[in-house]
């Protein structure tokens, strides 16, 4: 397939940019590099690993610029569009929430556009997130249990896009799966995570924040899981917004736990009032997942640890 893959350089992006190349498909890659969120030291490494691979090409194109995605389309034939690019984070919604908007809907909604009005692209894949639930859950959710009243802004703009390729859907026909992903972590992550904190900061020895007791609990899902069940929503489906989770849910502790086991460390943990946009619990039903796309996750809570601690004290 000829795929379009948009936050190349991003943490689920760059995996699932290589998994597509490994099956041998031709990816254009697309990534504006910024440094929203995080260093662009970090993505720039990652598209180093891309560049020169078989199949893949890059562009320095940003999602929000409708021009430039239309520039894009002229020049290039797409059988689907997997659409990865966003800012992410949901304390930093809280901080700029017009980024968000700009960014996450109407970026989406430049690459619809592109998709349904020239260049008859019959597939769409986009990344949505567990945020679309709220809070309040006190088991596996479903698709079905998606909240009209998500906890923060980066939650509100998922729903939005997920409602928008909805539309795009009815009217034009186009095949969209919206993937919801449960808080995924892994090799190079994004720094702002808390895995990612918290091995840096058990690693150095300096003191890791815990928002709340470290009771609440996390599906955690590994990188390479979420990677492999993007790639599997390329068939088609109609529309579907479909879970992506490890379906198995832990307390920060335990995770800190795994961590403290890796390192040979113990941590200095501080804990903070837990802050209004973090839910209690949240984990996956996916049922959905494994009925329409074959998937399921395979790397457990302890061994994904177990790589992502080898892989940070391997960097220099």
Request: aromatic share 10%.
């Given at each position: 397939?000829?795929?379009?893959?948009?936050?190349?350089?991003?943490?689920?992006?760059?995996?699932?940019?290589?998994?597509?190349?490994?099956?041998?498909?031709?990816?254009?890659?697309?990534?504006?590099?910024?440094?929203?969120?995080?260093?662009?030291?970090?993505?720039?490494?990652?598209?180093?690993?891309?560049?020169?691979?078989?199949?893949?090409?890059?562009?320095?194109?940003?999602?929000?610029?409708?021009?430039?995605?239309?520039?894009?389309?002229?020049?290039?034939?797409?059988?689907?569009?997997?659409?990865?690019?966003?800012?992410?984070?949901?304390?930093?919604?809280?901080?700029?929430?017009?980024?968000?908007?700009?960014?996450?809907?109407?970026?989406?909604?430049?690459?619809?556009?592109?998709?349904v009005k020239k260049n008859g692209v019959n597939?769409?894949?986009?990344?949505?997130?567990?945020?679309?639930?709220?809070?309040?859950?006190?088991?596996?959710?479903?698709?079905?249990?998606?909240?009209?009243?998500?906890?923060?802004?980066?939650?509100?703009?998922?729903?939005?896009?997920?409602?928008?390729?909805?539309?795009?859907?009815?009217?034009y026909g186009l095949d969209v799966s919206a993937?919801?992903?449960?808080?995924?972590?892994?090799?190079?992550?994004?720094?702002?995570?808390?895995?990612?904190?918290?091995?840096?900061?058990?690693?150095?020895?300096?003191?890791?924040?815990?928002?709340?007791d470290g009771f609440q609990k996390r599906d955690?899902?590994?990188?390479?899981?979420?990677?492999?069940?993007?790639?599997?929503?390329?068939?088609?489906?109609?529309?579907?917004?479909?879970?992506?989770?490890?379906?198995?849910?832990?307390?920060?502790?335990?995770?800190?736990?795994?961590?403290?086991?890796?390192?040979?460390?113990?941590?200095?943990?501080?804990?903070?009032?837990?802050?209004?946009?973090?839910?209690?619990?949240?984990?996956?039903?996916?049922?959905?997942?494994?009925?329409?796309?074959?998937?399921?996750?395979?790397?457990?809570?302890?061994?994904?640890?177990?790589?992502?601690?080898?892989?940070?004290?391997?960097?220099?």
């Amino acid at each position: 397939m000829n795929i379009l893959l948009t936050g190349c350089a991003g943490f689920i992006g760059s995996r699932t940019t290589h998994l597509l190349l490994e099956r041998g498909d031709n990816v254009v890659g697309i990534d504006n590099l910024s440094d929203k969120g995080y260093s662009g030291e970090v993505k720039q490494k990652r598209l180093k690993g891309l560049i020169g691979k078989t199949g893949f090409r890059f562009k320095h194109v940003d999602i929000t610029s409708k021009q430039g995605i239309l520039d894009l389309f002229a020049l290039n034939k797409f059988d689907a569009v997997i659409n990865l690019a966003a800012l992410a984070g949901v304390r930093a919604s809280l901080e700029n929430p017009q980024e968000f908007l700009d960014v996450n809907i109407g970026g989406t909604l430049n690459l619809l556009e592109a998709c349904v009005k020239k260049n008859g692209v019959n597939k769409f894949v986009v990344a949505s997130s567990s945020s679309v639930y709220g809070d309040g859950q006190h088991e596996a959710a479903s698709e079905t249990m998606v909240t009209d009243y998500p906890l923060t802004q980066y939650g509100a703009t998922k729903k939005a896009v997920e409602v928008m390729c909805y539309a795009y859907h009815h009217i034009y026909g186009l095949d969209v799966s919206a993937l919801r992903f449960f808080t995924t972590y892994g090799c190079s992550g994004r720094p702002d995570m808390s895995i990612y904190r918290f091995i840096e900061g058990i690693k150095n020895g300096r003191e890791i924040e815990v928002f709340g007791d470290g009771f609440q609990k996390r599906d955690f899902t590994y990188v390479d899981d979420i990677a492999a069940g993007t790639i599997a929503a390329l068939q088609g489906v109609g529309f579907e917004a479909i879970n992506l989770g490890n379906s198995n849910p832990v307390t920060l502790n335990y995770v800190i736990q795994l961590i403290e086991n890796e390192l040979g460390k113990e941590a200095k943990i501080k804990y903070s009032p837990r802050n209004k946009a973090d839910v209690l619990i949240n984990y996956a039903d996916i049922r959905k997942a494994k009925r329409l796309l074959d998937w399921e996750p395979k790397v457990r809570i302890d061994e994904g640890i177990k790589r992502t601690v080898a892989w940070h004290l391997a960097q220099k």
